[in-house]
């Protein structure tokens, strides 16, 4: 997949982070409506001013964002639609390329060869994912079920 699919590759700059860190205070400081939207006003290059309103939603992605940022973290935007190469796929769901072909020849997550290579919806990988952490959480609760029985 080109490269520019796939926004948000690098680290943050010292620069990044603290206009992050501004733009987070911007955020919260905003009047928020009934829904918990936040209203912000915009300076326009010709001087006046835009009023946007941002839905709770999208506001909780733009704060979840520069969170990342400002704490000098790396993220990636992958949209939904996307195809990822073997090791791109692995590299979201932190494990091994080679453990990622165990788990496409074993049918747990859908892919299509595109020659001989294979290529994964970034859709299939966050399906897979949402799946993942959902049993490791039952099996983590179940434990600790058990441990509290124990005591």
Known sequence: MPHSRIAGTGLPTDLD??????????LAS?????DGGVTLRIADPGG????????H???????????????????????YEAELTTQQAAD?????????????EAEEIKHTKVGRHRRVK?????????KRDKDRSG???ELAEEDAEHL
């Open 92 to 104: 979201f769901l932190n494990v091994s390329r080679p453990y990622l072909i165990k788990l496409l």
């Open 57 to 79: 939603d999208l506001a909780e992605k733009f704060r979840a964002i520069l969170r990342l940022i400002s704490s000098g973290k790396g993220f990636r935007v992958i949209p």
């Open 139 to 141: 099996v983590l609760a």
């Open 122 to 130: 970034a859709e299939e990988l966050f399906l897979y994912k949402e």
């Open 48 to 55: 006046g001013i835009e009023e946007i309103t941002l839905t």
């Open 17 to 26: 982070i603290k206009t992050a860190d501004q733009l987070r205070s911007i």
């Open 30 to 34: 905003a009047p928020s409506d009934k």
